[in-house]
């Protein structure tokens, strides 16, 4: 394997974990941690094998057939392409305040500054990375590199806070108590919206596609998965030294009190330095990956890709300076990003077997059997979840 093709492969996997370890993952896997103890060893040992089950399935039909998602949609039905990327464009978009509000906040731990000159600073480094000619390696670099720093911080913290590891691992397997919620909340918040296309169309764009390449796409993926699921492990061990030590949480921001209780104010800065690294590997990832659903739709879109990219940061920067994080749209697009899950894995799992799509690529079964479960538990979550904002809008 050439030099150029390993880090194209470490870039997608890198880009695919870090647009997943996000704002909302910090505070997700602190809360749950809290409440369930070392019982939510076995939701995330669930979440990592449905996470499987949806990353596996896209990016292999993505890597076989060469074509984007929103392509292969409108390939199974006309029109549905255009669908499937308005409603991950949209998801997207509202997202990305809270990716760059995230980023914010993280360089007001560090530093000390306003949130909205945090938020500019943000919005001119994504910006700068688009600007460069070499964009690609750009990108594949920041997000190696800042997804490095965040485990190795995380793990320091997991390691200061000397979590009952042997509880965790007993529990992972055997729990006292299982909830539904936050195993779909979880995986969710891994695999939904742009999260599962995002080092597909990585791959897409780096040439390492067909057939031929399925064991390079594979292990892309394969890293790609084992890196968030690496994190949010870490995260969870973290999180439960801290509270099986008898401590609370502080409920206006549990994974900042979590990092702070471990190890000080030093702690504190190291939160800082990750969400700020979680955030702006989502930026990059949230508007890279949505702008990809709309360049094969319209002709302007994939000529100007970059300048479509840096206009997506520039309004979800402008939005969060100015309006903040609108609770209400961050809510839809929360809702609309399950239900955008089981549709496009559904899209997926049908192409797998379309010979037009795949050609004469053989899926595995099991794999298939697996994106037919994370599809059904989706479902019943997104619908679930979407159903219960109707208040919040009458």
């Known amino acids: ?24 993952f910090l505070t997700q896997t602190a809360v749950f941690t809290e409440k369930y103890m070392a019982d939510f060893g076995f939701v995330i040992l669930i979440s990592i094998i449905l996470t499987v089950g949806a990353q596996s399935n ?19 039905l006309p029109g549905l392409g255009y669908f499937v990327a308005f409603i991950v464009a949209i998801g997207g978009l509202a997202f990305n305040i809270g990716n760059v509000g995230g980023a914010a906040m993280g360089l007001n731990v560090i530093f000390g500054l306003d949130f909205k000159v945090g938020a500019l ?12 000619k070499e964009m690609g390696k750009v990108m594949d670099k920041l997000t190696i590199v800042l997804g490095a720093v965040m485990i190795l911080l ?27 919620f936050p195993m779909i909340t979880l995986l969710g918040g891994t695999v939904g919206g742009y999260i599962t296309f995002s080092g597909g169309h990585r791959l897409i764009d780096a040439g ?17 998965i084992f890196v968030s699921s690496i994190m949010r ?34 702690g504190y800065k190291f939160f800082g330095v990750v969400i700020a690294s979680a955030a702006l590997t989502s930026v990059v990832g949230a508007a890279y990956t949505s ?27 402008i939005i969060f300076i100015t309006i903040g994080q609108p609770v209400k749209l961050l809510i839809l697009a929360g809702s609309l990003n399950g239900l955008i899950l089981p549709i496009t894995l559904a899209i997926m799992l049908v192409a797998s077997t379309n010979k037009d799509i795949v050609g004469d690529y053989k899926h595995p079964k099991w794999l298939l059997v697996l994106g037919i479960i994370v599809v059904i538990l989706s479902s019943y979550a997104g619908i679930k979840s979407f159903a219960g904002i109707k208040n919040l809008f009458l």
């Open 1 to 24: 394997m050439g030099k150029k093709n390993l880090s194209a492969l470490l870039g997608a996997a890198f880009l695919m974990a870090t647009s997943s370890i996000g704002p909302g």
């Open 58 to 76: 896209v990016w292999r039909v993505i890597g076989v057939s060469n074509m984007r998602a929103q392509d292969i949609s409108n390939k199974i």
């Open 121 to 132: 600073i943000t919005a001119a480094l994504c910006i700068l990375i688009f600007l460069s």
């Open 154 to 180: 995380v793990a320091y913290v997991a390691i200061s806070t000397k979590p009952p590891v042997g509880m965790a691992l007993k529990r992972s397997f055997i729990p006292e108590k299982i909830d539904f």
């Open 208 to 224: 390492i596609t067909g057939k031929d390449n399925i064991n390079e796409i594979t292990k892309s993926s394969s890293i790609g």
């Open 233 to 266: 492990v870490l995260l969870f061990l973290a999180v439960l030294g801290v509270v099986t030590g008898g401590n609370k949480l502080d409920p206006a921001n549990p994974p900042a009190s979590a990092f702070k209780i471990a190890v000080g104010n030093i």
């Open 291 to 317: 702008v990809s659903f709309l360049r094969t739709l319209f002709i302007s879109i994939d000529k100007n890709s970059n300048k479509w990219i840096i206009a997506f940061i520039a309004i979800s920067t």
